[in-house]
């Protein structure tokens, strides 16, 4: 059996609305939705992971709309779902002994903010010593001003974070890649 797992990160119906902001790479969804099937067609492990606020304003406060997972990216009953509060999807959710109890030691991370839940979720999957690859065209972010005040565009905030990942935490691939090895 192939345990790499796909992880599918906060792919919730909040990330889609305007107030999310202009994310960069619009071709991610269809690139994730790709790799979801692929993994589906080879029984491979799949992990949704949700974000639910602590914060009752938040996009993602339990019971809105917004926590929702997209319609694309429902969970099949054979599927696991991990919910976190914290950007780590291995903080207090479990997820590590969940993926050491199946032997699972190879994960492909895809999703969003690439720049949040996915680098920190990708720095400790790496740091516990799980073989990682993180998705550069499966995953996207948001515009952000920098430490200084200046403003960076999208694109510069998720080169930058995968800059961040690369070689140190994870393996930066594309989909094409990861489907054609």
């Known amino acids: 059996m192939n345990t790499k797992t796909l992880l599918i990160i906060d792919m919730q119906v909040c990330m889609a609305w305007p107030q999310a902001g202009e994310q960069n790479n619009p071709e991610a969804e269809t690139h994730i939705t790709k790799l979801l099937a692929h ?5 491979r492990p799949i992990v949704h992971v949700r974000h639910i606020s602590r914060s009752l304003n938040s996009l993602f406060a339990a019971g809105q709309q917004g926590c929702a997972f997209q319609t694309a990216f429902l969970p099949l009953a054979q599927e696991a779902v991990f919910e976190k509060n914290v ?3 291995f903080i207090q959710s479990g997820l590590e002994r ?6 699972i030691r190879e994960l492909v991370i895809v999703g969003v903010s690439t720049n949040n839940s996915v680098e920190a979720t990708a720095r ?3 740091n516990l010593g799980f073989a990682t690859q993180v998705v550069s065209d499966a995953t996207f972010t948001f515009a952000k001003a920098d430490y200084h005040g200046v403003a960076r565009g999208a694109e510069e ?4 974070s995968l800059a961040n990942l690369d070689g140190e935490y994870a ?3 594309s989909t094409h890649d990861l489907l054609n090895t």
């Not at 969940?98 to 032997?103: A, I, N």
């Not at 905030?157 to 930058?160: G, I, L, S």
């Open 87 to 89: 950007p780590d999807a």
């Open 124 to 126: 400790s999957a790496g």
């Open 98 to 103: 969940w993926l050491h109890v199946r032997g």
């Open 157 to 160: 905030v998720h080169a930058m």
């Open 39 to 43: 993994w589906r067609h080879t029984k």
């Open 171 to 173: 393996t930066i691939t």
